[in-house]
């Protein structure tokens, strides 16, 4: 300690009441020397759907396979004939369809007095909660002189009957009709069921139950408690739509946003890349009907005041699978993706794009400022992309930042490679991804110390810590693995002049519907929860401020995995008068410290402190204890601006301390 900072103490401490000196660790936190500014997206969320996390999870529609899209036309139907009517017909059509896009739709052929029984599986089951309304919609057209009518009724799993409503009049046109269901109980695995009974030819489309209760009570919306979950991380962006998602096995399968937009009956589905990826995790089912597409997206981010990130397909595909390649005298398409986006996005009214959007509800722009570059791209094929997407929008759109890709790793071969190609060619974020064991977390807390402060900034786009390894199954949302990022985030935080944007990755899990692990958020067909990982995010998130400041630890050697002890980074709230103080304690006892606040005349009396900790490493959050390794609040009366503080083994710690200069 130095000797100036001792008789400091030594004469405040007995005015201040402060416990005297007798901790061997001591953070220094230069509070009257604040920093570079921390930008508000410093924490974010990355949406991927994957693990279900938007059909059958965020994008709440019950029906799966609405539009008989499917490879399987049928997947996810069963047919069979109601008791006492003649068996009718039912085919696959596709004359005269009721959207190009949407080509195929389902012919029921009734003899007289005939019926035909339609039951949808859903997502793991048809859930509906006991005395919610779902809305049940059809897109019919029937040509009989007497029209058959449509019965629609939940099933739940014991058989019983939850909740029915019939249509009548059907029309000889294509003609969307809706009727509402309220179920009497709730069931998780309730099924559908759509019985067509009367006479001569009716053809069905865009069979959707969809719940009235979502996020704002918008018809068509977002499942309103996993909404909330993202909503109570304040995350300071939303990059979207993925992750490999973007690039596709092949070209032809990538994600093209303007398809994702319009009416959604003219969203042409898609299937989605994590269907087959991984041979133990095979999900047949899996595709992307486009229900939360490009328009949605920005209004989530809207919704949760986040700046949206869309991440476009610079004309590669993913490069764990084919890697297919548009040659670049063919890019021009891909080109005009992104501008025709930044118009769709900011352009006004009387663009064409800027009218889509008009046109979808939203005359205002949604004021985007980035737009990533390719997903996870490497080798000198996409620094050749990279830079014909660059001169373009650099020239066409100075006002918007590019964020070009590291590849899928945070230090081999192909990230050196990319690294200072991405500086020559003044990219302005570089996405880095690293998914590693906790360990890798804990020793890499440093990692942007040294970075140059010249270069592009960082966006640590992708991270987790894997409790196995990459793509295990065995991977586990364990305290260990969230203290190992909190341990790393300090690190980030620390440096928030280069990082200027993170998110963990995945965000979301369905449980028995998952690819991929860990996830951030899991969530059932009803409920949902956030993990140890989310509860690190969160903290940072809420508690982020306005600037860094300087902290030093002295008296122990730098906390590493082998070496474990205190991580520590602060920074300013400037609006709230308050400094912000975040301590991760990674031994496996406590750790007391003595915390100096330089500069600092007064501290309030009202200090909190909020502790996230588990006396075991292996906790985990579950659908039944979701709060296990929670946040836990405590007001607290800061002796002055030297004082002493003890911190719990294995523990995160952020300490709001008013302070006055
Ligand atoms: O987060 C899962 C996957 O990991 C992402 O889709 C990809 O970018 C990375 O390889």
Known sequence: MRPVILLLVAVLSPLLGAAPSRAAVRIEVAADRPGAAVSPTMWGVFFEDI???????LYPERVKNRSFEFADPMMGWTISTPVGKGMGAVTVASTSPLHAKNPKFL????????????ANEGFFGVAVEKGERYRFSIACRCDAAVPPEIEVTILGKEGRPLGSGVIRGLQPGWKSREVMVRSTATDPKARLVVTVTGTGNVDLDMVSLFPVKTWKDRAGGLRSDMVQLLADLKP????????????GHHLALRYQWKETIGPISERKLLVNRWNSEFKHRPAPDYYQSFGLGFFEYFQLCEDLGSEPLPILNCGMACQFNTGELVPMNELEPYLQDALDLIEFANGPTSSPWGQRRAA????????LKMIGIGNEQWGPQYVERYAA????????????????????????????FLWPKLRELRADIVDEHCYDRPAWFFDSASRYDGYDRAGPKVFMGEYAA?????????????????????????????????????????????????QWRPNLIWADNLRSYGTPNYYVQQLFSRNRGDRMVPVAIQGQVPATAAAPGLYASATRDDSAGELILKVVNSAPGAVKAEIALTGIRRVGRAGKAIILRSDDLRAENSLEQPQRVAPVTETWRPTGPVFIREFPKWSMTVLRLPVKR
Request: hydrophobic content about 40%; glycine content about 12%.
């Open 51 to 57: 693990n279900y996390g938007a059909d059958g999870g």
């Open 107 to 118: 012919r029921l052929e009734l003899p007289q007095n005939g019926g035909v029984r339609l």
């Open 236 to 247: 300071g962006f939303i990059r979207f739509p993925g992750g490999c998602i973007v690039e």
């Open 360 to 367: 979808m509800g939203h005359p205002e722009p949604f004021g």
């Open 389 to 416: 997407f660059s001169k373009v929008l650099k020239a066409r759109h100075p006002e918007i930042r590019l964020i070009a890709s590291a590849g899928p790793r945070p230090a081999d071969d192909l990230f050196h």
């Open 466 to 514: 894997q409790s196995d390894k990459v793509v295990s199954v065995l991977n586990r949302n364990n305290w260990e693995c969230a203290l190992a990022e909190a341990a790393f985030m300090t690190g980030l935080e620390r440096n928030a002049d280069v990082v200027v944007t993170s998110s963990y990755a995945p965000l979301f899990g369905h449980e028995e519907g998952w």
